[in-house]
């Protein structure tokens, strides 16, 4: 099954063609970083402009890549929530009037499902017959700029959502943390970076729910609002001296390893809770090599298979939305009978 892919739910405009769930055929992201990150974050009516602006030629470009004809495509897909509504207006539109002038199929997309997916996409050595069938029951844990959830993948289409976070999501929070610091925008990478020559115990930030030990209600929730205040305070206390390089690397290790910490006692606890086949990684969060890392030694030691999403499918793409989408025979479930995109619209 060949399908076309459109993901514009935030600030990257993007298209790729997928087929049957496995084979990447092109995968084009417009990020649009530059025209937000003079406000320091993203702009809603920005956004949903420069996707109009750039859509057809990102599409054509995927088309191109892919080397197939508008005719060869089975679906279209595109994300239909949750996130920005006018960003989202945009590609499931446009998804809507190809699909009205192929006549193929219409396609809505969860955006967390598609991230949730992309932790399979490329891993057919470890996947036999291309099937994540076999690597599920998948502990997945979900972390980008808006979102931060643990999820049980019984297999693609069954979840449980175990936990999330009840205010901040983690890459919210290095956002955040990386605009207290000066870092610039977007934090995950800038921290990431400043962080390489600090120490990651050179200040104790708070994990979130730490205190409140393994009790059942916050098991497998997250929680960065004290992180951010924690940091404000720190540096109201003892100011950021311009130059001190080193005070600075060293606060962005301590604060990206509070972000990561709190990540990983999550995941941990969920390993000795549940009967899982294979822990998997997935969002914007997950390029984070600090995470990886971590991950790569738990996974070690609990001797389950590691599925980190591919660098190029962590941060928001369309190769993960075409490749859910194209993952047969689950694709009927995803016909779009709603017309009408869902901000909100929840995993499971
Ligand atoms: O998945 P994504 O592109 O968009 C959402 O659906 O939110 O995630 C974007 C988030 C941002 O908060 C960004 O700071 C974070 O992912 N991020 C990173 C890294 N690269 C991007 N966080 C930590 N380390 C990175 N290398
Ligand atoms: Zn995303």
């Given amino acids: 099954m060949l399908v076309l892919g459109i993901e514009t739910s935030c600030d990257e405009t993007a298209a790729a063609v997928v087929r049957d769930g496995r084979d990447v055929l092109s995968n084009v992201v417009y990020s649009q970083i530059a025209h937000h990150q003079q406000y320091g974050g993203v702009v809603p009516e920005i956004a949903s402009r420069c996707h109009v602006e750039v859509l057809p030629g990102v599409l054509d470009e995927a088309m191109r890549e892919a080397g197939v004809g508008w005719g060869d495509l089975d679906a279209i897909a595109a994300t239909r929530g949750p996130g920005l509504a006018t960003s989202l207006l945009v590609g499931f539109t446009a998804a809507k009037a190809l699909s009205l002038r192929l006549q193929k199929p219409l396609l809505g997309m969860n955006h967390l499902e598609s991230h949730l997916y992309s932790v399979f996409i490329g891993q057919d050595g ?192 369309a190769a993960m939305v075409a490749a859910l989408a194209s993952s047969d025979p689950q694709a009927a479930r995803h016909l779009a009978t709603d017309l009408d995109v869902d901000p909100t619209w929840p995993l499971a």
């Fill in 126 to 317: 470890l996947v036999p017959n291309g099937s994540p069938e076999m690597l599920c029951p998948c502990l997945v844990l979900l972390a980008s700029g808006g979102h931060t959830i643990l999820v049980l993948a019984r297999r693609v289409g069954d979840y449980e959502v175990l936990g999330q976070t009840v205010d901040d999501a983690a890459g919210e929070a290095l956002d955040k943390g990386a605009k207290l610091l000066g870092l610039g925008y977007p934090g995950g990478p800038a921290m990431e970076r400043a962080a390489k020559r600090g120490h990651t115990a050179a200040v104790t930030f708070p994990r979130g729910f730490a205190g409140r030990g393994d009790e059942a209600a916050t098991r497998f929730m997250f929680s960065y609002s004290g992180l951010k205040t924690s940091l404000l305070y720190h540096l109201k206390n003892q100011p950021l001296a311009a130059g001190d390089t080193q005070r600075l690397a060293d606060l962005a290790a301590s604060y990206q390893e509070a972000v990561v910490d709190t990540l990983m006692t999550r995941v941990e606890r969920a390993c000795r809770y549940f009967e899982i086949r294979s822990i998997g990684c997935a969002g914007g969060v997950a390029r984070n090599g600090r995470l990886r890392e971590k991950l790569s030694t738990l996974a070690a030691r609990v001797k389950l298979p590691l599925l980190l999403a591919r660098p190029e499918f962590c941060t928001d793409n």
